[in-house]
């Protein structure tokens, strides 16, 4: 399974950022483990990024096909409604599923999350696409808290980082997005959830520009999407975070100097 979070970061101008964090284990049954798993994925030119658990095949294949076609322009257009947008992409998804092997399928969810407008105006909409076995797929709208917090956890995880973050958020960093990342990778240092581990994987939205992509640094090592990275001379091309939320430094793999450092609440 997986253990998916979503979550905004609301600043005191109102939301100023969406976030997807997911593990990168993928099991078998008879007990095939893999954590090398991608579960995100970022558009390269919209403002809208996916996660996913449940089924890991299917998935895998037609979030990657739906991302190129959105960055293609094959799908819908930049001032379309949020709803055209998700009727798109819930269509397209059941086409495929319709000619999928049923032998093969599996049930899953998708969390997607669009931005609407961009600086002050921007609008984070957050949906959660529920595909089962049999029967139409229910499109849940998940509505934006009024702090900074969590706004969807699915999968096998669920109850693990439900009870990290209530640690995090009662300290004295609660209500923010490191307290909230941080919850995350301590649920999955913790081992409480057998289904979920590997490195953690990182996607957002900011106000503006397209959406990010980030690297982690895990276990004093290099991860994207799952893998692991080796040293390159264009490391800087990405923006690094360890687990306690601290824009790192990707050579030296701590800390950058220039970075603001956020410490572990005392009693975590």
């Not at 819908?76 to 998804?93: C, H, K, M, P, Y």
């Not at 699915?154 to 997005?177: E, H, M």
């Amino acid at each position: 399974m997986t253990s998916l979070l979503a979550w905004v970061g609301i600043d005191s101008r109102g939301p100023a950022s969406a976030y997807f964090a997911s593990d990168s284990r993928i099991t078998w049954p008879g007990g095939g483990v893999w954590d090398y798993g991608r579960k995100l994925f970022a558009c390269r030119r919209y403002p809208q990024i996916f996660g996913y658990c449940g089924d890991v095949l299917f998935p895998v294949q037609t979030i990657g096909q739906i991302i190129e076609m959105i960055d293609a322009d094959l799908i819908a257009n930049q001032g379309d409604s949020i709803e055209t947008w998700v009727d798109r992409v819930v269509s397209l998804i059941g086409v495929a599923l319709k000619n999928y092997p049923s032998t093969a399928k599996q049930a899953f969810d998708l969390l997607y999350c669009v931005r609407d407008g961009e600086s002050l105006l921007a609008k984070f909409h957050f949906l959660q696409l529920t595909f089962k076995l049999v029967g139409a797929p229910v499109i849940t709208r998940i509505p934006v808290p009024a702090q900074s917090g969590p706004v969807a956890i699915l999968g096998s995880g669920t109850s693990a980082i439900k009870a990290q973050n209530q640690r995090w958020s009662t300290s004295d960093v609660g209500g923010t997005s490191r307290a909230v990342f941080s919850a995350f990778c301590d649920s999955l240092k913790s081992g409480d959830d057998l289904w979920s581990g590997g490195p953690p994987q990182l996607v957002g939205i900011w106000r503006e520009s397209s959406p990010k992509t980030f690297g982690m640094i895990w276990n004093n090592r290099r991860y994207f999407y799952g893998t692991e990275v080796p040293k390159t001379e264009k490391l800087d091309n990405l923006r690094w975070y360890n687990e306690l939320f601290e824009i790192c430094d990707p050579f030296t793999l701590t800390r950058k100097e220039s970075a603001q450092p956020q410490p572990r609440p005392r009693g975590l």
